[in-house]
């Protein structure tokens, strides 16, 4: 099992990035809250991983902060729940608002996520509800059952077919992420015109 990675970041193609660890290259796939953290290519990271294994390929996911990869591996054990899916839910919410819609039986904010329907909501709220008794109300006290409303900026240009395609690759139509999209800024980094794209789509 590969459970953390130190190296060079050498690209990132949300929801993909590649990192050099003594010359082997591996390459990941992270949630937007993991990306936006990330320097530019070229500075060096260090991301708790999780390995899935599948009789077609070996899939490496990468992430900022151990509690992330913890609410990660928690999400697929839930019924119905797989790697893609519980990566767009990371990516839409951060730990403690997720888990605040579970508190708070907040059905309607978790089907704004891509590929969460109401039956996918309900099962999220009973089987994740004791899942993490360590996390009490006091720890999301404050937090808001929504999008996030941070955005970066990054001295690199960005690329709305970027932050398009990777809208697409978290399980929304192309021609909704296309809206989503619609209006933003200029100069605005990939990885933040998707969380600009996500908190517009889960607030609305």
């Known amino acids: 099992m590969i459970g953390r990675l130190r190296g060079t970041l050498l690209d990132k193609q949300p929801p993909w990035l590649v990192i050099d660890v003594a ?83 907040d059905i309607k904010a978790l089907t704004r996520l891509p590929g969460v329907g109401k039956k996918t909501a309900e099962r999220l709220v009973i089987e994740m509800r004791d899942r993490f008794p360590h996390w009490t109300r006091d720890a999301v ?26 809208l697409v690759s978290l399980g929304y139509k192309p021609t909704e992420a296309s809206r989503m999209l619609s209006g933003l800024g200029d100069g605005l980094s990939t990885e933040a015109l998707i969380k600009a794209a996500l908190a517009r789509k889960l607030s609305g």
Do not use: W
Not at 65 to 88: D, H, S, T, Y
Not at 141 to 156: E, K, L, N, Y
């Open 23 to 105: 010359g082997i290259g591996y390459e990941l796939e992270a949630s937007m809250n993991t990306l936006v953290t990330l320097p530019a290519p070229g500075e060096t990271v260090q991301l708790f991983t999780h390995l899935t294994v599948r009789e077609d390929a070996h899939l490496l996911f990468g992430f900022a902060r151990e509690q992330e990869r913890a609410l990660f591996r928690a999400l697929i054990k839930v019924n119905g729940i797989g790697p893609k899916l519980a990566l767009a839910i990371l990516s839409g919410m951060e730990e403690e608002q997720f888990i605040r819609c579970v508190m708070d039986d």
């Open 141 to 166: 006290d404050g937090v808001a059952c929504q999008a996030i409303g941070r955005q970066t900026s990054s001295a690199a240009t960005s690329s709305m077919a970027d932050a398009e395609a990777a």
